[in-house]
DNA sequence: TCGTCAATTTACCATTTGGTAAAAAACAAA
DNA sequence: TTTGTTTTTTACCAAATGGTAAATTGACGA
């Protein structure tokens, strides 16, 4: 009998990230609700709380079918995490140069907490990785976003040094518009039982609007 | 044969958390020694992330020996939980209203990321306990932390509405403080990655008390 | 020093969990 | 419809995990 083919085109083990072979419906399909699943577990109860049968539940597949589609529990892992580096540097990536320093730095802390409400999930799978020490993201966070981190940081040191904003350290600013914008997500079960009434998110909005106001307002 | 009677004087599945019986030299140091223990593996593996045998290790006595001393894995996460909670409510109780607003808060936020630096497993227990939807910390959370941040969140609308800070949405204000504080503690890992030099809390506490001075000054 | 209770170890067990092998079913091109 | 391929199911397994029973060792007051 010859090798099991696994539908991303790699040998059984194989490894490469990038799909070799055009995916079928089925698998485009299947590895999208398998996803779906795995992110909705993981995010609530971190990879090692997660079960591949909780996952295979989620998305209404076998477990030997989940593992059909991907090598293993930690390949899923790894795959959500890939995509979502690129989702989570994104908004910091906007940050434009040619703009006005105050609006850019707010519609970036805007931007933040969009993303907050919209994929709370993500930011909990995220959250949930750096609690654990990035065991398995730690290479991603050297190689992609500390290099962009520092660029941004160099830009917001200039505005500050051209008086264009408050002086400010770039890299501290940065942690608070994180911490306070993916609380909200991160949180939300203690954010919800103190703020009860419905639709945080408006009024996170303008507090955060005119804290960051302030605090870089020349 | 009687029933064995364990160290905390409860019977077997007994409940009370109250040391209802004077404990021993010897259970006094191993039950430090397994809290101690579990702490570290629970903050950074979380609750189902956990294992015995890892707390057992960490401790360097038996896993039969660790239930010895307690119920179950379950009961030491709450005995855990339990004793974080009253800690972590102690700096916002000393919010006086007798203070200078400002003096006042901006002693908080330096409060919160004392604690985030000297006690950062504690955090990091936490806020794995949130993240995943605080199931065996909610009740807590609604008898404990809600009427405290009610009250001081009363306390902060009066001193804004006296005009002796800038006005400022409470809740938002102490979502912001624990955030931005916390951080430091839960997202080390990125932290250290993006600031390696080392200590990264006193330019942490000059950064959030400039935020915080700007954002309340009047 | 003896006896008793506390503390610890040894030897297990039932379940859960990640994962596999192989057969069966569904699908698609001819 | 037939044939080769993809997808799914069935039936497992070995290791890990939370937990227990009972025997053994240790502490300590009378």
Redesign the pocket.
């Known amino acids: 009998?010859k090798d099991?083919?696994k539908?991303d085109g790699r040998g059984p083990k194989g490894s490469p990230a990038a799909p070799a072979v055009k995916r079928?419906?089925?698998?485009t399909r299947?590895r999208k609700l398998i996803l779906d699943a795995a992110l909705e577990v993981f995010s609530t109860h971190g990879f090692r709380g997660?079960?591949?049968?909780q996952i295979a539940t989620e998305a209404g597949?076998?477990?030997?079918?989940i593992?059909?589609?991907f090598d293993?529990?930690?390949a899923i892992h790894v795959t959500l995490l890939n995509k979502l580096m690129e989702t989570w540097l994104d908004p910091l990536e906007q940050l434009n140069p040619q703009g006005d320093p105050l609006d850019e730095i707010l519609a970036y802390v805007r931007r933040k907490l969009d993303m907050a409400q919209a994929y709370p999930r993500e930011s909990r799978l995220f959250a949930n990785e750096i609690l654990q020490g990035a065991p398995r993201m730690a290479p991603h966070l050297e190689a992609r976003l500390k290099p962009l981190v520092d660029a941004k940081a160099t830009l917001i040191a200039d505005w500050a040094e051209a008086g264009r904003i408050a002086p400010v350290d770039p890299r501290h600013l940065i942690f608070s518009i994180w911490a306070t914008t993916q609380h909200y997500a991160d949180f939300e079960a203690q954010v919800n039982v103190l703020m009860p009434e419905g639709g945080v998110f408006p009024g996170a909005a303008g507090y955060l609007e005119t804290m960051y106001r302030r605090m870089l307002t020349v």
């Open positions: 009998m099991t083919v539908p079928s419906r089925i698998q299947n997660a079960t591949l049968d597949l076998s477990k030997p079918n593992l059909y589609y293993g529990k930690e």
